[in-house]
């Protein structure tokens, strides 16, 4: 019998959907709370089964959905045995499912929820054998499932979804869910990685791909997407393995090869050279134990010998190994890999050769680690020859990637035309330039963008410049006179309450439907790299900007903004940089961003501005905050005072009057330092004469 699940408090609030001292108080409150089953006093934990039991006769106990009920099994099965094998061990039981071409999936349910070979404590051995037969090309399948309720939920949840969307549900959650780094690639920068790797394939095809750290197979899948039918993969953590080979095989449905193992690969790679058409990596970081001594005179290293410290530049050797002459090779790397001196041999070899096409720098947050903006470098295996294949080196910034369709009526530039001949592609300052191999080959071999990337400005003629400041001016006094009409002057008066407010939490507005909480999907793309819908990103609402990243259209799923929302940001670089946002038509039907919180008040009860004001206020912030160099904000802890709606309305008012003084400030210093900008380029630039000095 497997041991009972375990829960901490912080757990118990999230199952409960309150916040953590309100369990604190449930314990000091009430005698009959389940008494701590292990922990320590201050970190004690409980038995989930005792604590639903308390929570449930309260009344405190929320309805789960179907896709929750079978995550929380999911989460039982971890119990011992770690969140990834048990992910590992429902995905094989969901790949032998689906496998079972001679039983509907009603007919599945039952025989799995009542069958001969099913007992209380799990399978029977005569279902195992079956399930082992079916999945022979699985690596090592392990022994499934140990919880026959579990087995039932996914039985049962194969009847209303194919097992391949019960298994995208679940990794959805995992990827959430899971603490590890890297148990997958983000969607959006995989489908990326794809999307360059097809761009740069001299023939337009991506049929063979392999992902030599492929983890649970994200790579792989967006390849599959693209067309790929081969797919292969290692890793050298089993589960992540079998987790990959699972839902690969549940993609591809028998139409292609799949095949995963479980093995490191620069150690044991279980490929020959030459044999793919694209490799899409991205590899563990930072590890001085990778082999360097055990792998010093291995053949892959056709560029160098790594050091111990350059392990990613012995995976981008071993890509580039694995791949036929012209294949393409595509790597999310750090950006420390682009300027290590340790490393300025072999990047030096691998421009002289002709391998590396393109350098590509990431905004921080596309993918983990969210701190730091990692690069994606696209290299291509020289066919052989004398000299280089290729003149140029490509650098481009993804931060302000433009719209590769058009650019303000310039020629249309595809990803396949920077990526084939980047010297004929004109160079765009800030964004992307192409940038002779001759001028890289220095003393540091510095393949980092930004510094490629600077360029001189396109000053206009004197004329149009005279007649632009002219009119900055202008628009600078009037911007200014409106904020100086808008700052409080002397009939703002004292306040009549004379003491404290009485305030209520946002948790309590939220119960009693005076306001809705929306948050973005876990999972959904941060708005950076693509996509037809706006997104309102939190770099536009700590910078009062209209939306500006994109993301998929028709994700039923996402949150959609409206009118009269109130968002403000889940995290904060410091308590004492606070904003709300009040959204307008502007807005209207962008996607919710990461790390923002929605929310929606009943006008009728709650004005607008009221909320907004009083949101934004630091103290108010700080109290329902915790962190110190990251400081996330609990929506939910929250105040607001409990005023009439007819005195809401007063207080909303003074507050819109101030973030439209605020707004005319900031518009104000932007216009300033614009028009000091093109002066301070025209007179470097020897564009103007500056007048004699008074």
């Not at 800030?430 to 080959?441: Q, S």
């Not at 962008?590 to 949101?615: S, V, Y």
């Not at 904000?633 to 007819?646: A, G, N, S, T």
Request: proline share 7%; net charge negative.
């Amino acid at each position: 019998m497997a041991a009972p699940t375990t829960v901490s408090t912080s757990d118990i609030a999230r199952i409960a959907d309150v916040g953590r001292a309100t369990v604190t108080n449930w314990r000091r409150r009430h005698s009959d709370f389940p008494a701590p089953t292990g922990g320590t006093e201050s970190r004690p934990t409980f038995t989930l089964e005792d604590v639903e039991g308390w929570l449930a006769e309260h009344g405190r106990l929320p309805q789960f959905t179907e896709q929750q009920q079978l995550w929380r099994e999911l989460l039982r099965e971890a119990e011992g045995s770690g969140l990834t094998e048990a992910m590992a061990r429902a995905a094989l039981f969901l790949a032998f499912l689906e496998r079972e071409g001679h039983t509907s999936r009603e007919t599945r349910y039952v025989y799995y929820a009542e069958g001969p070979d099913l007992d209380d404590e799990g399978l029977g051995d005569g279902m195992l054998d079956e399930i082992g037969r079916a999945l022979q090309d699985m690596p090592e399948p392990l022994a499934l499932l140990r919880s026959a309720s579990l087995m039932r939920e996914l039985a049962a949840a194969a009847t209303r979804q194919t097992p391949d969307e019960v298994l995208s549900d679940l990794l959805d959650r995992y990827a959430s869910e899971s603490r590890r780094r890297g148990p997958g690639t983000p969607a959006a920068v995989a489908h990326f990685m794809a999307t360059l790797a097809k761009a740069a394939s001299p023939d337009d095809a991506l049929s063979a791909v392999l992902d030599p750290a492929c983890g649970t197979g994200d790579l792989l899948e967006v390849a599959r997407i693209q067309g790929a039918t081969q797919l292969d993969g290692q890793d050298r953590e089993l589960h992540l393995a079998q987790l990959a080979a699972s839902r690969l095989s549940l993609r591809l449905g028998g139409k292609g090869h799949c095949s995963v193992d479980a093995e490191d690969a620069l150690a044991r790679s279980r490929h020959t050279g030459g044999e793919f058409d694209a490799v899409l990596c991205n590899p563990p970081y930072n590890e001085r134990d990778w082999g360097a001594d055990e792998l010093a005179y291995d053949s892959r290293w056709e560029y160098g010998l790594p050091s111990r410290s350059e392990s990613e530049l012995a995976w981008v050797q071993h890509c580039l190994s694995r791949v036929r002459p012209g294949g393409v090779v595509v790597m999310l790397l750090p950006p420390s890999v682009a300027s290590r001196s340790s490393g300025r041999r072999i990047r030096a070899a691998l421009v002289r050769h002709g391998a590396l096409c393109a350098v590509l720098a990431l905004p921080a947050g596309a993918a983990p680690p969210a701190h730091i903006g990692l690069h994606l470098w696209v290299l291509r295996r020289p066919r052989g020859g004398n000299g280089a294949e290729a003149s140029h080196v490509l650098f481009m910034n993804c931060k302000s990637l433009p719209d590769m369709n058009s650019r303000g009526g310039r020629p249309s530039v595809t990803y396949r035309e920077l990526l084939a001949a980047p010297e004929k592609c004109p160079a765009m300052p800030g964004v992307y330039r192409a940038v002779p191999i001759t001028d890289l080959l220095d003393d540091t071999v510095d393949l980092t963008p930004a510094p490629r990337l600077a360029g001189e400005r396109d000053l206009p003629p004197v004329a149009d410049l005279r007649r632009t400041l002219s009119g900055r001016r202008d628009s600078l006094g009037s911007v200014l006179s409106q904020a100086s009409a808008l700052a409080p002057s002397d009939d703002w008066g004292v306040s009549r309450t004379g003491g404290p407010w009485t305030m209520a939490p946002l948790a309590d507005l939220i119960r009693t439907g005076a306001l809705t909480l929306l948050r973005p999907k876990a999972t959904g793309a941060n708005g950076d790299l693509g996509g037809d819908d706006p997104v309102l990103t939190a770099a536009d609402v700590n910078e009062g900007r209209s939306p500006s990243g994109r993301g998929p259209a028709g994700d039923e799923d996402a949150v959609r903004i409206r009118a009269g929302d109130v968002i403000i940001p889940g995290t904060l670089l410091s308590a004492d940089r606070t904003v709300a946002r009040v959204t307008d038509d502007t807005d209207a039907g962008a996607l919710l961003g990461r790390n923002l919180h929605l929310l929606r008040p009943d006008e009728a009860r709650l004005d607008l501005w009221f909320l907004a004001g009083f949101l934004a206020d630091p103290a108010n912030v700080q109290r329902a905050s915790q962190g110190t160099s990251i400081v996330r904000v609990d929506p939910r802890r929250l105040q607001v005072p409990l005023l009439p709606l007819e005195e809401q309305q007063t207080y909303g008012a003074a507050f819109r009057r101030l973030h439209t003084f605020t707004t005319a400030l900031r518009r104000a210093a932007l216009q300033g330092e614009e028009t000091a900008g093109k002066l301070r380029a025209a007179l470097t630039a020897g564009a103007l004469r500056p007048p004699p000095p008074a």
